[in-house]
């Protein structure tokens, strides 16, 4: 095709932009795609007192148990981050191949890990049990099953939000005769924290969503994905899908907001 | 005020320099691109660590063992102007001013002093990321100047710069040596702004050592080397 040209003579650029929107289109929704099954023929949708009342229960367990966790995760997982950032490349590859393995496990095989090492039969477990601590069916067990579950997306996600800091900013800092803790605060942790937001929503979402390690350490209380386990056990399909939309609702925001907030800054 | 030797093996050379700098002196190190002047000033800032040798900055030893580059009383300047982009050009220039000291009169002055002869009252609010290139040198500058050092380093802070710019910016480090009375290092390939900076006395580095030093007449008048003479003939 020969080049198109404007009245004064320029020649025209083809706005290629639309072409990559479509694209993006329509890869959102072929992402979106199994969502459609909402809209299947299942019958009514049961959200009857037997259903509410137990979903209300597990929803509240969630956010409050997976916020728990995640206060943990960012309390421990962000100094550890900082530190792998500044290891040599040998000790490092070691901190992210130990951060790998509970990622990698299937989280079934994690659950049962985790219930027998923390459980009555396991040291620790006998130990935390001598002060009240359960570490089976308890809100403990259920915040140390997320915590497992997220802490290593968390502090991958982190170590890459710190590495993208430059160097040369961190040093300046110091140069200005700033500490190593007051660097860390006023230049790494602002200049990282769209990475940082990136990494706590992602963790947030992988725990809040956890159900194979939970439902062996932690089936009671019960959270939103075993709720959904049990709904569809007890109830069949049309007790699932209620909860399943009340469950991206409660979800999504925080993770959401998290990004909106991290984006609105870094563009202020 | 500063003594050092230092050696610093590197993949195709190794840096073996000593040099000596009294309290409100000027010093040019220069040499050819990859002679080891970077690397002499980062082994002084601290960017750097030798692998022999000594660096004392008045009584304050620097290395070894490397001190922290917090605990260093000096500004350093590369081409880099390293502004941090979160922050307004005003919260740089005070970045290095503790809570204290900014609380204090005399350094709000002070900063104030730096903000109008540098030209950057108009740019005070404005967000470090959205400056220009030579904008940022300036905030760069006051940024450095803003903590009264007693020794500079300048790492060739001018690279980039229209010739306007450049002499500007050598006019107000030379006015501010001259004010604070402090200490300073420029490496640069270019003779004649090192020339316009250290007027007295400059050191030739070639392939990491020092082959010649003393003042720039001497220099032009009877080079040590070919590499030398070639780099201060006229283009």
């Given at each position: 095709?020969?080049?198109?040209?404007?009245?004064?003579?320029?020649?025209?650029k083809?706005?290629?932009?639309?072409?990559?929107?479509?694209?993006?289109?329509?890869?959102?929704?072929?992402?979106?795609?199994?969502?459609?099954?909402?809209?299947?023929?299942?019958?009514?949708?049961?959200?009857?007192?037997?259903?509410?009342?137990?979903?209300?229960?597990?929803?509240?367990?969630?956010?409050?148990?997976?916020?728990?966790?995640?206060?943990?995760?960012?309390?421990?997982?962000?100094?550890?981050?900082?530190?792998?950032?500044?290891?040599?490349i040998?000790?490092?590859?070691?901190?992210?191949?130990?951060?790998?393995?509970?990622?990698l496990l299937?989280?079934?095989?994690?659950?049962?890990l985790?219930?027998?090492?923390?459980?009555?039969?396991?040291?620790?477990?006998?130990?935390?049990?001598?002060?009240?601590?359960?570490?089976?069916?308890?809100?403990?067990?259920?915040?140390?099953?997320?915590?497992?579950?997220?802490?290593?997306?968390?502090?991958?996600?982190?170590?890459?939000?710190?590495?993208?800091?430059?160097?040369?900013l961190?040093?300046?800092?110091?140069?200005?005769?700033?500490?190593?803790?007051?660097?860390?605060?006023?230049?790494?942790?602002?200049?990282?924290?769209?990475?940082?937001?990136?990494?706590?929503?992602?963790?947030?979402?992988?725990?809040?969503?956890?159900?194979?390690?939970?439902?062996?350490?932690?089936?009671?209380?019960?959270?939103?994905?075993?709720?959904?386990?049990?709904?569809?056990?007890?109830?069949?399909?049309?007790?699932?899908?209620?909860?399943?939309?009340?469950?991206?609702?409660?979800?999504?925001?925080?993770?959401?907001?998290?990004?909106?907030?991290?984006?609105?800054?870094?563009?202020? | 005020?500063?003594?050092?030797?230092?050696?610093?093996?590197?993949?195709?050379?190794?840096?073996?320099v000593?040099?000596?700098?009294?309290?409100?002196?000027?010093?040019?190190?220069?040499?050819?691109?990859?002679?080891?002047?970077?690397?002499?000033?980062?082994?002084?800032?601290?960017?750097?660590?030798?692998?022999?040798?000594?660096?004392?900055?008045?009584?304050?030893?620097?290395?070894p063992?490397?001190?922290?580059?917090?605990?260093?009383?000096?500004?350093?300047?590369?081409?880099?102007?390293?502004?941090?982009?979160?922050?307004?050009?005003?919260?740089?220039?005070?970045?290095?001013?503790?809570?204290?000291?900014?609380?204090d009169?005399?350094?709000?002055?002070?900063?104030?002093?730096?903000?109008?002869?540098?030209?950057?009252?108009?740019?005070?609010?404005?967000?470090?990321?959205?400056?220009?290139?030579?904008?940022?040198?300036?905030?760069?500058?006051?940024?450095?100047l803003?903590?009264?050092?007693?020794?500079?380093?300048?790492?060739?802070?001018?690279?980039?710069?229209?010739?306007?710019?450049?002499?500007?910016?050598?006019?107000?480090?030379?006015?501010?040596?001259?004010?604070?009375?402090?200490?300073?290092?420029?490496?640069?390939?270019?003779?004649?702004?090192?020339?316009?900076?250290?007027?007295?006395?400059?050191?030739?580095?070639?392939?990491?050592?020092?082959?010649?030093?003393?003042?720039?007449?001497e220099?032009?008048?009877?080079?040590?080397?070919?590499?030398?003479?070639?780099?201060?003939?006229?283009?």
């Amino acid at each position: 095709m020969p080049p198109r040209y404007t009245d004064d003579g320029t020649r025209m650029k083809m706005d290629h932009r639309w072409i990559a929107r479509a694209g993006a289109t329509l890869f959102a929704f072929a992402l979106l795609y199994p969502f459609t099954a909402l809209f299947a023929r299942i019958g009514a949708w049961q959200w009857g007192g037997d259903i509410r009342g137990p979903a209300v229960s597990s929803i509240r367990v969630s956010l409050l148990l997976t916020s728990c966790a995640m206060l943990i995760i960012v309390a421990v997982g962000t100094p550890v981050a900082a530190y792998i950032a500044h290891c040599r490349i040998r000790e490092r590859l070691l901190w992210q191949a130990v951060l790998l393995i509970p990622i990698l496990l299937p989280p079934l095989a994690l659950g049962i890990l985790l219930s027998l090492a923390f459980g009555p039969y396991g040291a620790v477990g006998t130990f935390l049990e001598r002060f009240g601590i359960e570490m089976t069916n308890s809100a403990t067990a259920f915040v140390s099953t997320q915590v497992y579950v997220g802490m290593g997306y968390y502090v991958l996600g982190a170590v890459a939000a710190f590495d993208a800091v430059p160097q040369t900013l961190q040093k300046q800092a110091a140069l200005l005769g700033l500490t190593p803790w007051r660097v860390f605060v006023r230049v790494t942790l602002p200049l990282s924290r769209l990475g940082l937001a990136v990494a706590l929503s992602i963790a947030w979402v992988r725990a809040f969503g956890e159900f194979g390690a939970v439902v062996i350490t932690a089936y009671y209380p019960s959270g939103m994905p075993v709720q959904l386990w049990v709904n569809l056990q007890s109830f069949g399909l049309p007790a699932v899908m209620p909860l399943l939309v009340v469950f991206l609702a409660v979800a999504l925001p925080l993770p959401w907001l998290v990004h909106v907030l991290a984006q609105r800054r870094r563009h202020a | 005020m500063l003594k050092a030797h230092i050696v610093k093996k590197r993949r195709e050379m190794k840096v073996d320099v000593s040099l000596e700098l009294r309290r409100g002196d000027a010093l040019g190190l220069f040499g050819a691109s990859g002679a080891g002047k970077s690397t002499v000033l980062a082994c002084i800032a601290g960017i750097d660590e030798p692998d022999d040798g000594f660096v004392n900055l008045g009584n304050l030893q620097l290395f070894p063992p490397s001190l922290p580059l917090h605990r260093r009383p000096l500004g350093y300047l590369t081409q880099e102007p390293g502004l941090f982009p979160h922050l307004t050009v005003a919260e740089n220039v005070r970045f290095g001013i503790s809570k204290a000291a900014a609380a204090d009169g005399e350094q709000n002055e002070w900063i104030e002093t730096l903000r109008d002869r540098l030209h950057l009252g108009p740019l005070w609010s404005a967000p470090a990321s959205r400056i220009s290139g030579g904008q940022a040198r300036r905030v760069s500058l006051a940024r450095m100047l803003a903590r009264k050092p007693p020794l500079v380093l300048l790492d060739e802070p001018f690279a980039g710069l229209d010739r306007r710019l450049v002499r500007e910016l050598i006019e107000d480090l030379i006015y501010w040596s001259q004010t604070m009375g402090f200490s300073m290092i420029a490496v640069d390939h270019q003779a004649e702004i090192l020339k316009r900076l250290c007027p007295r006395q400059a050191i030739v580095l070639e392939h990491g050592t020092i082959v010649q030093q003393g003042p720039w007449d001497e220099l032009y008048g009877a080079p040590a080397t070919p590499l030398l003479r070639s780099l201060l003939a006229p283009i």
